[in-house]
C-alpha cells in the first residue's frame, strides 16, 4: 500500500525522497501499518509526531535523560519510548539514501558505533502551534551535528555533542522519515503495539527514568575523549608499525586517517572498540562528495508552503508562509 499523490503531499516535500521511499521496503511496510490504523487521515496522524534515537554516544555518557529533556524544554511530550540494541544493518539502512556520498572510512566508523550497542527510541508529540510538521519542527531544534556549528539550547548542544560522527541523537527529518523508521527499527507486531501511543495523550516521562534506569545501567560507562583513546591506541600498535606513524601523521592534521589501514595493525583484543571508535571519529575523512540519493531535510520547503498541513492549519490545508522563514531559533516553535 502506497500512499496516494495527496498523501505525499503530507509526507515529505523532497522529489528524490518521495521517489525512493515509494520503493522502500521499511516505509512501504510502516506505511501499511499506519494507513491501517486510521484509515481516514494516516498522513496527518504522522504529521503530529516526531521520533528520536538516544545513540549510543549519549547512553554510555549518561546523557540520555539530558537528550530528552532538552526535547520537552521544545514543546514535546514523550507518547513513548523503547530502549533498544542496535546492529550494524540499522547503521546501514538508516542512511541508506546519504550514506552513498560517505567515505568508506566513515561506514566503517558509524558501523562500530552501532553494532551490538545500546540505544533510545522515543516518539514525541508536539504541543506547540507551529506550521511545522512535529518532525521537521523536531529537526530545526535538533542542532548541527558538526560541534563547530552547534548553537546554544539546541538539544545536541545540551547534550554535549563534541564529535560530528557522535552526535548524541538522531531524528526523523519529516513525517515520512517517521513512517519509514517504525517500519526500520520495529518488527510489524512491536510496531503495531507502538502506534496507540500515537493517539493516547498520555505523557510518559514520569515512567521514563524509572524504567530506564535499569537497563541503562547494564550498559558501562565510557568516554568520549579522542585524546585519551588516541594513547590507547598508539600503545596498542607495535613501535616499529607503519600504520603507528600514520596514525600520529593524521592525528597531527597531516591529512585524514585511513582507519582501514589502521585496524589492519591492531591484534583482536587488544584495544576496545570504543577507542577505535573515538579516534575514527576525531581523524577519518566523512564526505566523498555531496551528490546524496536524497539531500537535504526538507525544512525550507516546509517552510515555503510546499508542503500540506493539518486541515485547520489553514483552510486549504496548505501550510502559511512563517514569518520568519530560514530563522529559525532554538525557541522558536
Known amino acids: 500500500m502506497a500512499p496516494t499523490t495527496p498523501d505525499w503531499d503530507y509526507l515529505s516535500v523532497l522529489d528524490d525522497k518521495r521517489a525512493h521511499y515509494a520503493e522502500d521496503s521499511y516505509f512501504r511496510q510502516g506505511w501499511q501499518d499506519v494507513a491501517r490504523a486510521w484509515p481516514e487521515n494516516p498522513a496527518w496522524q504522522v504529521q503530529r509526531f516526531a521520533t528520536m534515537l538516544i545513540r549510543p554516544e549519549a547512553i554510555y555518557t549518561r546523557r540520555a535523560q539530558a537528550c530528552l529533556d532538552a526535547a520537552v524544554a521544545h514543546g514535546f511530550r514523550l507518547a513513548a519510548f523503547a530502549p533498544m540494541v542496535l546492529s550494524r544493518h540499522i547503521a546501514f539502512d538508516l542512511w541508506r539514501f546519504q550514506h552513498n556520498a560517505g567515505t568508506l572510512d566513515r561506514l566503517a566508523v558509524t558501523e562500530l558505533v552501532f553494532d551490538a550497542r545500546p540505544a533510545i527510541f522515543l516518539l514525541l508529540a508536539d504541543t506547540s502551534s507551529s506550521v511545522l510538521?512535529?518532525?521537521?519542527?523536531?529537526?530545526?531544534?535538533?542542532?548541527?551535528?558538526?560541534?563547530?556549528?552547534?548553537?546554544?539550547?539546541?538539544?545536541?548542544?545540551?547534550?554535549?555533542?563534541?564529535?560530528?560522527?557522535?552526535?548524541?541523537?538522531?531524528?526523523?527529518?519529516?513525517?515520512?522519515?517517521?513512517?519509514?523508521?517504525?517500519?526500520?527499527?520495529?518488527?510489524?507486531?512491536?510496531?503495531?503495539?507502538?502506534?496507540?501511543?500515537?493517539?493516547?495523550?498520555?505523557?510518559?516521562?514520569?515512567?521514563f527514568e524509572a524504567s530506564c534506569r535499569g537497563w541503562l545501567e547494564g550498559w558501562p560507562k565510557r568516554s568520549l575523549d579522542p585524546l585519551a583513546a588516541l594513547a590507547r591506541v598508539e600503545a596498542a600498535l607495535p613501535s616499529g608499525a607503519g600504520q603507528l606513524g600514520r596514525l600520529r601523521a593524521a592525528a597531527a592534521g597531516e591529512g585524514p586517517l585511513d582507519f582501514a589501514d589502521l585496524l589492519s595493525g591492531i591484534e583482536p583484543g587488544t584495544v576496545d572498540d570504543w577507542d577505535l571508535v573515538l579516534v575514527g571519529a576525531e581523524f577519518v575523512r566523512c564526505d566523498d562528495s555531496d551528490e546524496m540519493l536524497v539531500r537535504g531535510d526538507g525544512r525550507s520547503g516546509w517552510l515555503a508552503g510546499q508542503g500540506r498541513r493539518a486541515p485547520e492549519a489553514d483552510e486549504r490545508g496548505r501550510l502559511p508562509m512563517a514569518p520568519a522563514a530560514g530563522k529559525i531559533t532554538s525557541n522558536t516553535p
Open 133 to 207: 510538521p512535529a518532525a521537521a519542527r523536531l529537526s530545526s531544534v535538533k542542532g548541527a551535528n558538526n560541534p563547530t556549528e552547534l548553537v546554544d539550547g539546541t538539544i545536541r548542544a545540551a547534550a554535549g555533542s563534541a564529535q560530528r560522527l557522535l552526535p548524541m541523537v538522531h531524528t526523523a527529518d519529516e513525517p515520512a522519515d517517521v513512517v519509514r523508521e517504525l517500519g526500520l527499527l520495529f518488527s510489524g507486531r512491536d510496531r503495531r503495539a507502538l502506534l496507540p501511543a500515537l493517539a493516547s495523550g498520555v505523557d510518559r516521562y514520569p515512567q
